[in-house]
């Protein structure tokens, strides 16, 4: 075992596949081939005499060891951008804390956790990131963010079957709620029975996987009519306001819809999401204990309507 030459390069090119979970998806985001990736990943892997990737066919999960060397890798990592800081005359960055969310609790609850933070925490810096509930969770396990909101549906299951298991917390558990446009019939209410949801035109997410029917109320017995397919909550919002169909909003979105929409409760059978704050099982610092306080006081903050 000989890690006296190993590269940053390699360094941060395992990063990215333990944050992407895949090869394929590392290069992309490094803009590297893909053989490239693979190189360095191997090179990594001869200097640790041992396998630090597990290959699936969905993707790769660290090994033990490549837990462990992830570990060093972002403290050296770090060290590394502080010091290029300081050379470039830059203050050093203290009090710093990483957050991934997902876009959902990027369009209200960050903002809004951001904004009292300025008023109580001047001093504390926070980057972050917005992703999808898989991407997060694997940057938690590569120590890359510190704290994740991620989503969880029915029957709420943890994120992931590694261990040890994350630490997760809920911040809100609601009823979805429906975006409808406000010139429609269904607008005309306070509520809307999940009976007249039928026949209804509907703004999904993307056409692939299990995001395709994202925006589509649960449980329909019907094969629901999708009149156009949209990654972005904002972008779903404004064509509800345009009179292109409804969608379903979660709580943390229901703060954020533009004029033109009405976010209303549905009456009959509920489907709940949950919004979690996750982290690694290890005594936070106390930066990042500020910011999970904060999270959890604007969440409180977070009201949507109920239904009747």
Do not use: N
Request: glycine content about 8%; hydrophobic content about 45%; charged content about 20%.
């Amino acid at each position: 075992m000989d890690f006296t030459d190993v590269s940053l390069t390699a360094l941060r090119v395992f990063r990215a596949v333990a944050e992407q979970g895949t090869f394929t998806a590392a290069a992309a985001s490094l803009g590297y081939t893909q053989s490239a990736v693979s190189r360095q990943i191997a090179a990594l892997e001869r200097a640790a005499g041992a396998e630090l990737l597990e290959r699936r066919r969905e993707g790769v999960r660290l090994t033990a060891a490549g837990r462990l060397v992830m570990r060093r890798a972002t403290v050296v990592l770090a060290e590394i951008d502080a010091a290029a800081r300081e050379l470039s005359g830059l203050p050093a960055q203290t009090g710093t804390v990483r957050l991934g969310w997902l876009p959902t609790a990027g369009a209200v609850l960050v903002p809004r956790t951001l904004a009292a933070l300025r008023h109580t925490d001047p001093g504390l810096r926070v980057v972050g990131r917005e992703g999808g509930t898989p991407a997060l969770v694997r940057a938690l396990r590569a120590g890359s963010i510190d704290l994740a909101l991620l989503a969880s549906a029915p029957p709420f299951r943890p994120p992931d079957t590694e261990s040890p298991p994350l630490v997760l917390r809920t911040l809100t558990e609601r009823a979805l709620c429906l975006a409808v446009p406000a010139t429609h019939a269904l607008a005309r209410g306070d509520h809307v029975d999940v009976a007249d949801l039928r026949g209804q035109t509907w703004i999904a997410g993307s056409t692939s996987g299990e995001d395709r029917l994202m925006g589509v109320w649960p449980g329909l017995d019907e094969r629901p009519e999708i009149a156009h397919t949209a990654r972005d909550w904002l972008a779903k919002l404004h064509l509800v306001a345009a009179g292109c169909g409804l969608t379903t909003v979660p709580v943390t979105l229901a703060a954020a819809a533009p004029e033109g929409v009405r976010i209303l409760p549905v009456r009959g059978p509920q489907e709940h999401r949950r919004l979690l704050l996750a982290h690694l099982p290890r005594t936070p610092p106390e930066p990042v204990t500020r910011v999970a306080t904060a999270l959890r006081a604007a969440a409180l903050g977070a009201d949507v309507p109920e239904p009747p």
